[in-house]
């Protein structure tokens, strides 16, 4: 699975949007991009996917950049339940990552009032 | 109520001792995966289960055994407790019709083995 970059800590205030970025400059053409949070001591919990086109739903934008190689996570407007760590993932959704989750340090994104 | 649940949520246990963590979902999903939790080592997958007849090791499962009572249910053991089993422990389900790295999380037990 190819190897993602994202910054230790952010910073957003409370009402604005929260752009978290993510580099992930080896990854093939089969490997999806997963955002995971996980608020303190909670269960992680999905927030979207992706493999080229930009998605939304009802938590997040995901912007993917045209050549793939890094990825923006939007919280269009962030509160302070927000404030949680941010994974981001990328693997092939099957194969050898089957069902396997592997989260890295991730992004502490911190939304002050 | 939530969708997947864990008991107990925090547990004290002793050395040698064999206790057990339930996982319950109300999901309808068919993959279920227990994982622990450890500071600065990330998510690590114990075992996983695609039904009711099918259970998979994960990467660290010694020490660990499974049971998937029903589709809605999927227990943890440690069958002799030690103390670097010490974690929180996360049970997850995902949607055979889905992506099966959209998973969902239960809330976590947190385990403290003296």
Known sequence: DAKT???TSMDC??????????????????????????IHSQGPQYI?????????????????????????LILPHATLRDTAVYYCIVL???????????????TILTVHP | ???VTQTP????????????????????HDRMYWYRQDPGLGLR????SFDVKDINKGEISDGYSVSRQAQAKFSLSLESAIPNQTALYFCATSDPQGALETQYFGPGTRLLVL
């Not at chain 1, 996917?49 to 993917?64: Q, V």
């Not at chain 2, 997958?45 to 996983?48: A, D, E, R, V």
């Open chain 1, 5 to 7: 970059t994202q910054p």
């Open chain 1, 13 to 38: 205030a409370e009402g604005r949007a929260a752009n978290l970025p993510c580099n992930h400059s080896t990854i093939s053409g089969n490997e999806y991009v997963y955002w995971y949070r996980q």
């Open chain 1, 48 to 72: 979207i996917h992706g493999l080229k086109n930009n998605e939304t739903n009802e938590m997040a934008s995901l912007i993917i950049t045209e050549d793939r190689k890094s990825s923006t």
């Open chain 1, 92 to 106: 092939f959704a099957g194969g050898t990552s089957y069902g396997k989750l592997t989260f890295g340090q991730g």
């Open chain 2, 1 to 3: 109520d939530a969708d």
């Open chain 2, 9 to 28: 949520r925090n547990r004290i246990t002793k050395t040698g001792k064999r206790i057990m963590l339930e996982c319950s979902q109300t999901k309808g």
């Open chain 2, 45 to 48: 997958l114990i075992y996983y």
